[in-house]
């Protein structure tokens, strides 16, 4: 049986401080945290050095790690000046390190409507080269995950990539696939020998809302299933997306807003942090009893 090692994109948990998102792991048993965002207009993109070393010796304290840099690398058009990104992505090489985590998730680039996939093909494939030869030069691993709007949004064009650019692994998110229309089956089938790691997400397909995992249609407990086989150690890494109205507990029970609402729709961020967590470790649990 596989190894899961829990984590979560611990910004979403509603602190922006770095012991704030120790505390909310901790307390849903997340051992884990994939590092991304830090309040408002702070996020890993912009740490520094000295920075991260604030930050490792308070994960250290508390006895956490860092499963994996969740950088936008890789989130801009692909029509936009590379240069400046690619600077940027080296220093958070040097961030990745003094944290103590091998992997740094990354994009495709996005593209305008009227482009073509295919005309920028070269383009993506040679700037994704740049960082993952990078990242593999200084002892680290990028890690395209496959998100709506870039190149990489669907299982063939992700296959692409984790087949034509050297030192690159891939992060399986069923909720993005989901919501460009793709058979997250088929997707797992054919990309399963390049995933590295998942991001817990599911989704609709009806209208791409993001639910707990397990109740949509990303078909995410099979796949769970299917990696629990392997063996080995394997991050799963929440990423709740649930929807919070910080209202919700003051709202009348008859109120025609809080009828109208989803139903996966939680009170706070910390509750939608929470209902995720219990969603994953739940899933886990009965994939546990039926092996």
């Known amino acids: 049986m596989t190894n899961f090692l829990i984590s979560a994109f611990s910004d979403e948990c509603g602190e922006a401080s770095i012991t704030g998102q120790i505390a909310a792991c901790k307390v849903n048993r997340i051992t884990h945290m994939e590092l ?17 070393r604030v930050m490792k010796a308070a994960l250290d304290d508390a006895g956490m790690h860092v499963s994996a840099i969740g950088s936008a690398y890789g989130k801009i058009n692909i029509k936009e000046d590379f240069a400046p ?41 040679h700037r994704v080269q740049m960082m993952a030869d990078a990242a593999h030069d200084a002892g680290l691993l990028c890690c395209h995950e496959n998100e709506k709007g870039i190149y990489g949004d669907n299982a063939e064009r992700c296959l692409d990539l984790l087949t034509n650019v050297r030192h690159l692994r891939g992060v399986f998110d ?31 397909f009806a209208d791409g809302r993001v639910v707990p995992a397990g109740k949509g249609d990303g078909n995410v407990k099979a796949i769970l299933t299917a990696m629990a086989a392997r063996g080995g150690d394997c991050i799963l890494t929440l990423e709740p997306h649930l929807q919070s109205f910080e209202g919700l ?15 996966d729709v939680y009170p706070s961020k910390a509750a939608s942090f929470k209902a995720a967590a219990d969603a994953l470790h739940d899933l886990l649990g009965e994939i546990a009893q039926e092996a």
Do not use: W
């Open 85 to 125: 990104h690619f600077e940027a992505f080296k220093n958070t090489l040097a961030v990745a390190k003094v944290l103590g985590t091998r992997y740094i998730r990354m994009f495709s680039f996005y593209f305008d409507a009227e482009d073509s996939y295919e005309a920028y093909r070269d383009e993506v494939l």
């Open 249 to 263: 507990e003051n709202l009348e029970s008859h109120s025609e807003t809080k009828r109208a609402m989803p139903q």
């Open 36 to 52: 991304r965002g830090f309040g408002k207009g702070k996020n890993i993109n912009a740490t520094t050095v000295d920075e991260a």
């Open 174 to 204: 069923p909720a993005n696939f989901v919501q460009c229309g793709v058979d997250t089956l088929h997707a797992f089938e054919l990309l399963a020998p390049h995933i590295e790691y998942m991001h817990i997400k599911d989704a609709l």
